[in-house]
């Protein structure tokens, strides 16, 4: 099946939250209104003129995409022309084949497409900063910025990650 097929037949957002039991729904939505951006990245998002298309391959129950679910959420709610959809991880690993990492299908998984849904780019788990601050080894940091993580406090890390990824 193509990407294309894929996002055609996956949830929106809004669906996806209305489809999850409550408990991780209100998690993501408090995120969602804990979402804090700069002007400067605001006016990026608003800026990006071409359609988008991104394909997340998500679970309710994962802690990485109630984190990152509602950051990508947001881009899309500032731009019409980036377009979000959710397709569960269980039953469609096979398309998640060349996203493993350590030869694990990991999630979130962000596949980013442009206007002929032709693969971009990804993003895959965590926000580029705390795989940096993991890769250093201090246990101190890790464990803090872990938590700060868990938090939210880097959703905005991950919108920056993703449109980098969009250009």
């Not at 998002?45 to 990508?72: H, M, R």
């Not at 979130?108 to 990804?122: A, H, L, R, S, Y």
Request: neutral net charge; hydrophobic residues 40%.
């Amino acid at each position: 099946m193509l990407l294309k097929d894929l996002f055609h037949k996956a949830m929106t957002f809004r669906e996806f939250l209305e489809s999850i039991e409550e408990v991780y729904k209100d998690k993501m939505e408090k995120i969602t209104k804990q979402v804090v951006i700069d002007k400067e990245l605001e006016e990026k998002i608003k800026s990006i003129d071409k359609e988008t298309y991104i394909l997340v391959f998500a679970e309710a129950w994962c802690p990485d995409c109630q984190i990152n679910l509602p950051g990508v959420s947001f881009i899309s709610s500032l731009n019409e022309k980036i377009h979000l959809k959710i397709l569960s991880r269980e039953g469609n690993e096979i398309f998640m084949e060349k996203y493993k990492v350590n030869g694990k299908p990991k999630i979130p998984t962000f596949i980013v497409m442009d206007e002929k849904f032709n693969e971009i780019g990804v993003f895959i788990e965590i926000p580029t900063i705390i795989k940096d601050i993991i890769s250093r080894g201090n246990e101190a940091e890790t464990i803090v910025s872990k938590r700060k993580y868990k938090k939210g406090e880097y959703v905005k890390d991950t919108i920056s990650d993703v449109l980098k990824i969009i250009g």
